[in-house]
């Protein structure tokens, strides 16, 4: 059978013994490095945090102050707006106004025209009655006529009226 051997001729032991030795001589660095990592990584993510919360601060502001910027040109659009549409109401009723004495002009001058056209027939008129009445009377006049043929002329002259006008609207 086997002897008892010693605690120290076993492999496993020597393994326990360099395990335990070096834990204890390097533990504390290691420990110690361990600790200042994660401390260090511990101050990075509270940096990182406080970064966050700035970053999301000054988010916040800019949001206000796009809001802000927003609503002011909103209301500045609806103040075009509302200009535009007054100034659309002035110059339609000053286009209408416009066009309403333009008419007024025009049928004035169309008035005066008529006017003008209906002196000039009027005048016509006269003018070749006197000229039919005088060829008449010369007529009458110059061959002593009886009344039943001085009537004929009359009514001759009274036929030729309208051909005369005709002539004197041609010239």
Do not use: C, Y
């Not at 393994?15 to 660095?29: E, L, R």
Request: glycine share 2%; aromatic share 4%; charged share 25%.
């Amino acid at each position: 059978m086997h002897e008892h051997e010693s605690f120290f001729a076993e492999p496993v032991n020597w393994v326990v013994i360099a395990f335990v030795i070096f834990f204890v001589v390097f533990g504390g660095k290691l420990w110690g490095a361990l600790t200042a990592m994660l401390d260090d990584r511990a101050a990075k993510v509270r940096a990182e945090l406080e970064e966050a919360s700035h970053l999301r601060t000054e988010a916040e502001a800019m949001l206000k102050a796009a809001e802000k910027t927003r609503d002011e040109a909103l209301a500045d659009a609806k103040a075009l707006i509302a200009g535009a549409q007054a100034e659309a109401a002035r110059l339609t009723a000053a286009t209408a106004a416009e066009a309403e004495a333009a008419a007024k002009r025009r049928e004035q001058m169309a008035i005066e025209r008529i006017a003008a056209a209906e002196k000039a027939a009027v005048d016509d008129v006269r003018l070749t009655a006197v000229d039919i009445a005088s060829t008449a009377a010369r007529a009458v006049i110059a061959e002593g006529l009886s009344a039943d043929t001085s009537a004929a002329l009359i009514d001759q002259a009274i036929a030729q009226l309208p051909a005369a006008l005709a002539t004197r609207r041609a010239a």
